[in-house]
């Protein structure tokens, strides 16, 4: 196995695959990067236990200078590897396995011998063929996977509700997030046949949505039993699914609503997040928001006996309703404030005691926000 | 107490102060800043055990929009405020001091009330006022700081050796700072009159370095016994003196040399830089360099048996005297290679048991390095 291959765009593949790569794990070949060299081109594979990427690199490809002079496959250490290949100092190196996996890297002035691994002790990666073939805009799919990881678990003493359900039917799309404390839920039209019910785990799509922030092309998605697949680009990204079955959120969401406040989301995130700086410093982390319509009043107040107190004046768009005094941990609207972006919102209240909605004021039936207050008289 | 002032600028200046303030400290009151408002304008200071930091912003400042309503002393918690401050909404805020302490900071729709301290629960900072006083350019200082400073001790146990030795005489300044594994020795031509040998702490110059780089003011020095201060623009700089003898180091530069080699400071940092990424996979953190002037070749190796080894060809300028088989740890190399810049430098070798120097091509007089080698054999 020999090529050589332009340094700059070979590392910006490699770091696709590297995101799959652990630091630490109990199966140490899993600390590898595994190469395959066909007369074709180079293709790499990182993966734990939950993520594989797989990514190739096509000899059809001009840009990435990639000459093959003879195939094979070995792996190598992954953060290691890396580390040279980001210092070596010219633009193109040679990668070529000599005897007992031992890889030779040059590169202008220097040499590297690296020891390196059979490339049979790899795990091999779930194959995925007869799956009906889902398709997203990458830009779409990676703003309803930011909008609800946010809320998922992370504690693991309910394993499923650390991931994130997504139901699909003929009525579209809906993905679902709770921690039991908030709630985060994204309709998304599809036009699609089929009926889907599965749950990703949120570690997955948060890596899958990095990775997305530089692609353009279309996301094509597969789902088995225990397996979903995205393929997007040269790129393949696979996850487990969780098992098990996700609760029923559907009732959840309140119709109902005794009070309303139209306000701007980047203004009500600048008072929270300053106000939570005061919270910040007391046990139970509580802010209290008061509102009051015919005083055309909204105040956010928060008191930390042993340090001082904090109080926003919110300047609204709109309030109508009765009075209302509730009580909330300030980093989950935070939170759900980031995931609406710059726009106008509507949070909806009935009680104290019972759980508020938070939607964009317009496009409201798309994305809704759930959040549980705090008791605390 | 209470006056209004303009955030931001407000806020430079505090940054200035809050690098001496402890995170942890025993001395519960140090993790405070003090604020002294006088009729002719703000004074801030914050301190450690070994550094404090005082500066001024005079009323007549018109950039700042000091407006003192009534003058008065307070403490503040340092990292609570200054997380407040940078969060207010207002371009100017207002601090007041009421009741027992307690300061109100009001900034557009803002109000936070915060618990203070007693003012005079403060330490007193050390008087230091007869001392001679020494004048230098701040970026000629902080060059000198920061090509000594990296060759200070991280080791308590030798203390004095945490320190860069100053001395000033008639024939200017000298500054040493050694581990006793390396050194770096900075000399200045001083035009002044008297004879000063003083330790200043290296972490106290490598604050003060970081601080100058955005000054453009002459530095002024004062020493007692134990104290130093620095005074640029309207910032005060305390530092501790270490006490005890520094050892005599003019002794330990060798003057004669039966190898040299002269390169560019960045090629071969680059070079040594990759070495190093197989030479800390190994315990002993090792890299070899093989000279040999008459092959007009140079040639840096690192061995690593887990996980190969790495080798690299020197372009060098120019390469005279006896071949030289010399084995050291590299990221001495790399500290003392950027310490020098981007400058041609002249590495001088004597056997490879003997300590090596490193001085740029010009101007060698005033800047030298030195490493002790590691013995392999």
């Given amino acids: 196995m020999k090529f050589t291959i332009d340094r700059l765009g070979f590392m910006r593949q490699l770091s696709n695959v590297l995101r799959a790569v652990p630091s630490k794990t109990v199966i140490q070949i899993l600390t590898g990067i595994k190469f395959d060299l066909t007369d074709s081109g180079l293709n790499l594979t990182g993966s734990n236990a939950d993520i594989s990427i797989e990514t190739f690199i096509p000899v059809t490809d001009e840009s990435m200078k990639l000459q093959i002079e003879s195939t094979g496959s070995v792996i190598l250490t992954a953060r290691f590897f890396s580390e040279i290949i980001k210092k070596l100092p010219g633009e193109t190196f040679t990668f070529e396995v000599k005897d007992n996996f031992q890889v030779v890297l040059t590169s202008s002035v220097s040499e590297f011998t690296v020891i390196g691994f059979d490339a049979n002790s790899y795990p091999r990666l779930p194959e995925i063929t007869d799956a009906t073939e889902l398709e997203f805009s990458s830009e779409v799919f990676r703003g309803l996977i930011n909008q609800t990881v946010l809320a998922v678990s992370a504690q693991e003493s309910r394993p499923i509700l650390t991931g994130v359900h997504f139901m699909i039917n003929a009525d579209g799309l809906l993905a679902v997030a709770t921690d039991s404390h908030r709630l985060a839920q994204r309709k998304l039209d599809l036009p699609v046949a ?184």
Same sequence: chains 1, 2.
């Fill in 194 to 377: 089929g009926n889907y019910d599965f749950v990703i785990p949120g570690k997955s799509l948060g890596e899958l949505a990095r990775m997305l922030a530089d692609v353009q092309d279309e996301i094509h998605l597969k789902i088995t039993d225990n397996q979903v697949l995205f393929n997007f680009g040269s790129t393949k990204f696979y996850s487990r699914l969780l098992e098990g079955n996700y609760p029923d959120t559907t009732r959840l969401i309140p119709t109902d609503s005794t009070t309303i406040m139209q306000i701007d989301a980047a203004t009500l995130l600048a008072s929270v997040d300053r106000v939570s700086v005061m919270s910040h410093e007391s046990r139970n982390n509580v802010v209290r928001l008061q509102l009051n319509a015919e005083n055309k009043q909204a105040t956010l107040l928060s008191n930390s006996p042993d340090v001082g107190n904090a109080e926003e004046n919110l300047s609204f768009t709109a309030l109508t309703g009765e009075v209302l005094d509730i009580s909330f941990n300030p980093d989950y609207l935070k939170d759900a404030l980031r995931a609406c972006g710059a726009t106008e919102i509507k949070l909806a209240f009935t009680t104290n005691l019972r759980p508020f909605t938070i939607v964009p004021s317009e496009d409201g039936d798309y994305y809704v926000q759930l959040i549980t207050p705090v008791r605390t008289f």
